[in-house]
């Protein structure tokens, strides 16, 4: 059983930045895909970027070139670093993990999934 627990969110104006951390317990951390999602209000939950455990990243259109997501399997935590935050990114995050390798930008695919961290881009 993996346990996810998202930090770094908060208020900042357009333009900025944050960093989100993903701290996950158990020992096969190095052994999942890792993603970030966000789910805005009154809307679905939308993919945002993931991470295979070889390192491979693939990132939503909207974010690609502003957000990075990285891990750190010795830590056992997966972040996403956002730069150039917009209005439109304004949602809660959530950290997600599987054993899958594949269609990970597909939140069914998800095992384990963390309770989530508020980001709010102010205008």
């Known amino acids: 059983q993996v346990q996810l627990v998202e930090s770094g969110g908060g208020l900042v104006q357009a333009g900025g930045s944050l960093r989100l951390s993903c701290a996950a317990s158990?020992?096969?951390?190095?052994?999942?895909?890792m993603g970030w999602f966000r789910q805005a209000p009154g809307k679905e939950r939308e993919f945002v970027a993931a991470i295979r455990k070889s390192g491979d990243a693939y990132y939503e259109d909207s974010v690609k070139g502003r957000f990075t997501i990285s891990r750190d399997n010795a830590k056992n935590t997966v972040d996403l670093q956002m730069n150039s935050l917009k209005p439109e990114d304004t949602a809660v995050y959530y950290c997600?993990?599987?054993?899958?390798?594949?269609?990970?930008?597909?939140?069914?695919?998800?095992?384990?999934w963390g309770q989530g961290t508020q980001v709010t881009v102010s205008s």
């Open positions: 158990g020992r096969t951390f190095s052994s999942y895909a």
């Open positions: 997600a993990a599987t054993t899958r390798q594949f269609s990970i930008a597909l939140a069914r695919v998800y095992d384990h």
